[in-house]
């Protein structure tokens, strides 16, 4: 059985930092691309960050481009997502998400539908 869970969510001031982490178990971590999505209160989900299964390539939405590091340790079974100079349009709840099939290695998965498997999120809240 599949399972992902996220830690790292809190509170914080605008501009500071947070780092999120995901535990990933039940299939080979390696195998698989992995994103950071969010939603906030009244709004859809969106796709925030992801990264190919090799951890080479990487793709961020235009509104965290920057500011927002994702990367993977394949030998911790672990997606990390580094946010920094936060804003108060960050918050929302952070989920991860392993891709739901075998891909190339350097392909990065927008899409979340593509995603099979999700973790239960981690709420992020920035105050101004």
């Known amino acids: 059985q599949v399972q992902l869970v996220e830690s790292g969510g809190g509170s914080v001031q605008a501009g500071g930092s947070l780092r999120l982490s995901c535990a990933a178990s039940g299939r080979t971590f390696s195998s698989y691309a992995m994103g950071w999505f969010r939603q906030a209160p009244g709004k859809e989900r969106e796709v925030v960050a992801t990264?190919?299964?090799?951890?080479?390539?990487?793709y961020y939405a235009d509104s965290v481009k920057g500011r927002f590091t994702i990367s993977r340790d394949n030998a911790k079974n672990t997606v990390y997502l580094q946010m920094n100079l936060l804003k108060p349009d960050d918050t929302a709840v952070y989920y991860c998400?392993?891709?739901?099939?075998?891909?190339?290695?350097?392909?990065?998965?927008?899409?979340?539908?593509?995603?099979?498997?999700w973790g239960q999120g981690t709420q992020v809240t920035v105050s101004s």
């Open positions: 990264i190919s299964r090799s951890g080479r390539t990487t």
């Open positions: 998400a392993s891709d739901s099939i075998v891909r190339f290695p350097e392909t990065v998965v927008r899409a979340s539908s593509a995603y099979g498997y």
